[in-house]
């Protein structure tokens, strides 16, 4: 099944386990990338606000028939706030999933991954609502704000969280 692994990463852990998944599987690994860079403190503030305000991000308008190309779609993207990203936010709202298998994989961190059950409630409300087939959700810990993990331990979580 054509794969692709639609990812957003502020500090580049998403990044890395979406682009090592991506490679493992034989996916399409495709970087959402969002015009506010949400740098420093005042960033941190306001990337916290817009998540939870549930604020879409301004997103290149190609990419959402990019990413609606493909039968099975990846979404990859930190937690903000207890809740996703404004860059995952507007692939919810633009990507038609019409008969696509979704997944979602989040980096966060809380190493328990607390309260993950309730975004995942979300995610299968949004894709189900829009016509397609919510998977599952598979969370992990990514590292505090604004540090980046080893790529060999991100492999590692990355290999014993996400089972395709
Ligand atoms: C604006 C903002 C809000 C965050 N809110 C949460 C949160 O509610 N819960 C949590 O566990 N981690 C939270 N984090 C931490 C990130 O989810 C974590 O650092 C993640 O590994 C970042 O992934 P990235 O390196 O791909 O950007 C937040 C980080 C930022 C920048």
């Known amino acids: ?49 817009n998540a939870s305000l549930a604020k879409k991000a301004k997103l290149n308008d190609t990419i959402f028939e990019q990413i609606a190309k493909f039968e099975r779609i990846v979404l990859a993207t930190p937690v903000w706030a207890g809740k996703t990203t404004p860059a995952i936010n507007a692939v919810l709202e633009n990507v038609d999933f019409t008969g696509k298998q979704v997944y979602v994989m989040t ?30 959700l598979f969370a992990m810990f990514g590292n505090a704000p604004g540090k980046l993990t080893a790529r060999e331990e991100i492999v590692k979580r990355v290999d014993e969280t996400v089972k395709l």
């Open 1 to 49: 099944m054509n794969t692709c692994v639609a990812y957003f990463s502020k500090s580049g852990n998403t990044e890395i386990a979406a682009e090592y998944l991506a490679e493992k599987i034989g996916a399409t690994a495709i970087a959402l990338k969002d015009g506010t860079t949400y740098k420093g403190v005042l960033g941190f503030v306001k990337g916290g606000m």
């Open 107 to 136: 980096m966060q961190a809380d190493p328990d991954c607390k309260d993950a059950d309730k975004r995942e409630e979300f995610y299968k409300e949004v894709i189900t609502e829009k016509n397609g087939e919510f998977k599952a």
